[in-house]
Every structure is written in C-alpha cells, then in structure tokens.
C-alpha cells in the first residue's frame, strides 16, 4: 500500500497562510499526489492533485519535492471554514489509501 | 448536476444480520469506490468498480462484497454483520477509472450494528 505520513495537528491563526507538510518517500512514478479535507459530519471533499510539478487552483498550492518524496499544501489565508481534517493520498490506478490527516484548527 | 446521493443515511441492525448500502454516483462517472471510516482505523479502502468490474480490493473479509450495475449505480453487501462493521460507509464517484480523477464523496451511510 502506498503510504503517507503527516502531522496528527497543526494550528494557524485566521488569515495566515497555512503550510500543510506530507512524506510519501514510497512514491512510485506513476502515483498522483492527492489532498482532500473532511470537514465534521461530512464525507472528504477534493482540495487539489498533483504529479510532478507544482500546482494552483482557487482553494490551495500544492508544492512537490524535486524527488517526489514529499509534498506540501498551502493554503494562502486561513478561514475558520478551513478547520478540518487534511489527508494527503497516494494515487494509483483510482485507489486512494488514506492515511490519519492532519487536524486543522484554526484561531480567530 | 446532483452529487452523489448514498441511501439509506441511518441504518440498525443486530450481529449476524446482513445488510446492503446503494450509492448512485454523479451522472456520467462510471467508477465508484467504498471506504469504511471509523474512529479507530481512520478512512479504509474497500473496493472499486468501474464498468460494472471490481478493479480494485483492499483488506476486508469476504463478508464484504459490492457489485455496479449498467448505470453505474453501485451496491455494496455486508453479510453476518460483526459489532466491529459499526461505521460510516462512504461511497465515491469518479468519471473513470485514472489516477488523477478527483473523486466526489458522498454523506455517507451510519452503520450501527447492536
């Protein structure tokens, strides 16, 4: 099984950027790094995905090592709506094995 | 477009009974997977089906079983449930079967088994 490695929890004060750290050093060339959050009482929603190279979308970057065996998600400016749990996944052929995810709590 | 709808929400049963989840993905994915989540194991892979084939298996019994049909709804069978299936069961839609689909959860099944 592909695996992953995170934080149990972080915290970060409203409206500062967030830096969300994941060691995948199993990686193989063709699993996609994933990242959902789940946030409480709802099934995991899709943050952002990645291969080598880094990547923008509206919600998060995601920030891949040169080797690949580690990744890192950002998100910009913190809300109180970004308080979840973080999962960093290794994707291969539509499998995702979740790993605990880092608890996200954010200070007003 | 509707997301993915899971049914039933809530669900009781006693030890040794069996039980069947349905999820009906978003329209136009044709692979859904399961996951089993509890507070004890975290998010666990159960399997996925993509054209109506089991493409994937994690590390569940074989009381475990699902099957998709044409319309890529998807059902998933417990059988001579166990107090340890107590869990939310989770069903996820993706457009096909690739590593880089993004894959669209819905609410979940609660499972309570007594």
């Known amino acids: ?108 | 477009k509707a997301g993915v709808t899971q049914t039933p929400r809530y669900l009781i049963k006693t030890r040794g009974q069996q039980v069947t989840l349905s999820c009906s993905p978003i329209s136009g994915h044709r692979s859904v997977s399961w996951y089993q989540q509890t507070p004890g194991q975290g998010l666990q892979f159960l399997f996925e089906y993509f054209s109506e084939t089991q493409r994937n298996k994690g590390n569940f019994p074989g009381r475990f079983s699902g099957r998709q049909f044409s319309n890529s709804r998807s059902e998933m069978n417990v059988s001579t449930l166990e107090l340890g299936d107590s869990a939310l069961y989770l069903c996820a839609s993706s457009l096909a079967h690739e590593p880089y689909n993004e894959q669209f959860f819905g609410p979940g099944t609660r499972l309570t088994v007594l």
């Open chain 1, 1 to 108: 099984d592909a695996k992953t490695t995170q934080p149990n929890s972080m915290e970060s004060n409203e409206e500062e950027p967030v830096h969300l750290p994941c060691n995948h050093s199993t990686i193989s060339g063709t699993d996609y790094i994933h990242w959902y959050r789940q946030l409480p009482s709802q099934g995991p929603e899709y943050v952002i995905h990645g291969l080598t190279s880094n990547v923008n979308n509206r919600m998060a970057s995601l920030a891949i090592a040169e080797d690949r065996k580690s990744s890192t998600l950002i998100l910009h400016r913190a809300t109180l709506r970004d308080a979840a749990v973080y999962y960093c996944i290794l994707n291969t052929g539509n499998q995702f094995y979740f790993g605990t995810g880092t608890s996200l709590t954010v200070i007003p």
